[in-house]
């Protein structure tokens, strides 16, 4: 045979070694590959294009040289991406035509997957004297590793050299050694599986395989399960494990569709845990209701093991009834693995969630949450434990407790690559109430990063976080944009138990923008859940301080009043009621403008000790130039700069809580209002309306005199104003434009 080009051929020596320098007997070092691909590329090959150069040829020096001749350079992509072995496939497997038939047998039957040290095809008994000889002349051709072994390139080409009925014949008759000799099929059974291969012993195989690997490795298990349909395996058997794959690894979609057809069929197989795949994916697209109906559609009588399973995502839609229906029917069997025992603990600390055993709820929670993470498993749950125990502790004011929950959960990567956005963004939450900002932004930018995007209930989350995080940096035209990407989400996302956290913080943010309609569907049916429920004071006192925060903002005392009763109601059991009605009564009293410093200092920092530091800082900044004296007012800033450094030095922090952000056109993502000033310009030209100096506009909003100069310049320029009794006129215009101008979405003027 002639060699091809510059690349030996598969019989002959073809180039003289000493010509190129080369030992072409002997496989290249990965060095060497590198040497030569930088010399045929022109420069530095990446580091993965020489990993797959040497995987594919095992450093073969004429098999390196026939791929590295089909690289492109390409600025745009990676090289790796750029080899092409179909083309040295196809071109060597059409050179092996001319090499000697009996060394061809041999090396097919090596292709397929027989092995020099075990039994060979009848076909190559004739072979039995003269293997070693065979062996020798391939390797001494370079059509095999000096250990006998073929290189991925080779085996494939080998493979398609040879008739397709020579193929499969040898590929049965190995099943059959295998077999027949007690040894598994493991090692063989994907590429015969790949290769097209139907026989139900190599779909056992797999099976066998995916089932072993699901439960830690579902992208794995996806895999192999598909090769075991391919190899003839029974789709609708095998329906609800792939389904239960395709969920673990981040498939929603494929996963329903999967359940959508074994749930079609009159007596579908595997049956409970194609249930639970389907309830766990309802939960994670946020419809917690269609979780808990299909429990319902399957029954006490059926749901065997997935009982508690079927509870919480019972409790999560409101339904206690049902859920005690599955309580009833959770039977004592089952194997006490740590996956049993997280799910056991998790519906037990739900359960007393709901009954008032407050004191039980989070260390059940938290040994689920352990428990869970030392499984390593990912099953389909209607909600990860990790989330549970953190959702409580937060409900709890527990912050430093969710805190150490969340990142162990992190560490141990709870529930796998699916659960991981949702605990990052939970951790961002965290590092939100607890003053910092720049860990919280990490935490998202890591929770969004991945190409598949986040499932729906994630979704609300992140907006919700996006709106609290503007709202507590003072930021205007963010909380406008936060608060449009929030709008149109929870049009996608029901209402359940476990998301009342982002309702209440997206409650405060279409407060502040007026558009509090928005929400009045959600908040009906959020209050309507909890009531069916009981009322459970650890899942609604969150909700009920922010509708006390909600109703401040608007001054609306008639709403603010059944809230802060439901706070002074469950203030005897819960530590974190008790604080939220204290600070309620403070706030009222600084609206009132009658307040005692020392209470309101108390009040401040109470929020603090519950992980609400920023609403402390608040509290105190704003009482703080509506006292009298000037030692209080030293006194209430210097308490808000300990709680939130930054806030005391805002304008914001002085400014009534009343006072609403400026009027903003939801749709638009300007923070100026209709009269062309920013939120820190309406304050100082108010300061001005009261006759007040530059000195004393400063000191009230802490900034300097000159600074004030800057200010009322800029509002001069942009009212056109020439003089200042043409300023004053002007202004007294301007900050009548929330009385005459509507909001889009704001029919009712705000309150003044």
Avoid at 599 to 615: F, H, M, P
Wanted: aromatic share 2%; with cysteine.
């Amino acid at each position: 045979m002639e060699p091809p080009d510059s690349a030996t051929p598969p019989r002959s020596p073809g180039v003289d070694p000493g010509a190129s320098g080369v030992d072409e007997a002997a496989p290249l070092s990965r060095g060497a590959i590198a040497a030569q691909a930088a010399s045929a590329l022109g420069g530095a090959a990446p580091a993965q294009l020489v990993d797959r150069v040497a995987e594919l040829t095992g450093g073969l020096p004429w098999l390196v040289r026939l791929l590295l001749q089909t690289a492109r350079k390409d600025g745009r992509h990676g090289l790796a991406d750029q080899l092409n072995p179909r083309a040295v496939i196809d071109r060597v497997a059409l050179e092996l035509h001319e090499i000697d038939d009996t060394l061809f047998e041999l090396m097919l039957a090596l292709a397929i997957g027989f092995e020099l040290s075990g039994p060979m095809p009848q076909q190559l008994t004739h072979l039995r004297g003269s293997i070693g000889k065979l062996v020798a002349q391939a390797c001494a051709d370079r059509l095999l590793l000096p250990d006998g072994d073929l290189v991925p390139l080779m085996r494939q080409s080998v493979i398609e050299a040879a008739p397709a009925y020579r193929v499969r014949a040898l590929q049965r008759a190995l099943v059959d050694a295998l077999v027949s000799g007690g040894r598994p099929l493991d090692k063989v059974a994907r590429g015969l599986a790949q290769s097209g291969l139907k026989d139900q012993r190599i779909a056992d195989a797999l099976e066998r395989a995916a089932d072993a690997v699901l439960p830690t490795e579902p992208v794995l298990a996806s895999a192999l399960y598909d090769e075991a349909g391919a190899a003839g395996s029974d789709l609708l058997s095998t329906a609800a494990r792939r389904a239960q794959a395709a969920s673990a690894a981040g498939d929603l979609d494929g996963a329903a569709r999967i359940v959508d057809d074994l749930l079609s069929h009159e007596h579908p197989p595997d049956l409970v845990r194609g249930v639970d795949v389907a309830a766990a994916v309802w939960a994670r697209r946020g419809m917690m209701a269609r979780s808990a109906e299909i429990y319902r559609w399957l029954g006490a009588a059926r749901v065997g093991s997935s009982a508690e399973l079927a509870a919480l995502a019972m409790i999560g839609a409101g339904d206690r009834e049902g859920a005690e229906r599955m309580f009833e029917a959770a039977g004592q069997g089952g194997s006490p693995t740590l996956r049993t025992v997280a799910t056991t603990l998790m519906a037990q600390g739900v359960r007393d969630s709901l009954n008032g055993r407050n004191a039980r709820v989070l260390p059940a929670l938290i040994r689920a949450s352990d428990m869970m993470t030392a499984s390593g498993v990912n099953a389909p749950l209607p909600e990860i434990p990790a989330v549970l125990a953190v959702l409580v502790a937060l409900h709890s004011g527990k912050l430093e407790v969710a805190e150490s929950v969340i990142d162990s959960a992190l560490e141990g990567n709870q529930g796998g690559p699916p659960a991981r956005p949702r605990l990052l963004l939970l951790r961002a939450w965290v590092s939100m109430l607890g003053d910092q900002p720049d860990g919280a932004r990490q935490a998202v930018t890591e929770a969004t990063r991945g190409a598949a995007g986040l499932a729906p209930r994630d979704e609300m989350l992140l907006r919700a976080l996006e709106v609290g995080i503007a709202r507590r940096a003072d930021d205007a035209p963010g909380l406008v944009r936060g608060w449009q990407r929030a709008r149109e989400t929870v049009l996608h996302v029901p209402v359940d138990l476990y998301s009342m956290l982002p309702l209440g913080e997206l409650l405060i943010a279409a407060t502040r923008l007026r558009d509090s309609e928005s929400l009045e569907t959600h908040l009906s049916d959020a209050w309507g859940l909890l009531a069916r429920l009981g009322d459970p004071p650890l899942w609604s006192i969150p909700l009920h301080w922010c509708s006390v925060q909600a109703a401040i903002l608007t001054e609306r005392p008639n709403e603010l009043a059944p809230h802060a009763t439901a706070l002074v109601r469950a203030s005897a059991h819960s530590h974190l009621a008790s604080v939220l009605a204290t600070a309620g009564k403070a706030w009222v009293s600084v609206l009132a403008g009658n307040f005692d410093v020392a209470t309101v200092e108390s009040a401040a920092r109470g929020l603090a000790s519950v992980g609400l530091t920023w609403d402390g800082s608040r509290l105190a900044g704003h009482a703080a130039p509506r006292t009298e004296e000037r030692r209080d007012m030293a006194r209430l800033l210097a308490c808000a700069r300990d709680l939130h450094p930054s806030i005391a030095g805002t304008a914001r922090a002085a400014a009534p809580p009343t006072e609403p952000l400026p009027v903003v056109r939801v749709g638009a993502a300007s923070a100026r209002d209709d009269s062309g000033l920013s939120a820190r310009e309406r304050e100082v030209a108010r300061l001005v309306l009261e006759g007040k100096t530059y000195g004393e506009i400063g000191e009230s909003i802490f900034i300097s005199p000159r600074t004030v100069e800057h200010h009322i310049a800029r509002i001069r320029r942009r009212l056109g104003a020439a003089n200042r009794s043409e300023l004053l006129a002007q202004l007294r215009l301007a900050l009548d434009a929330p009385d005459h101008r509507q909001a889009l979405n704001d029919p009712d003027p705000p309150p003044r």
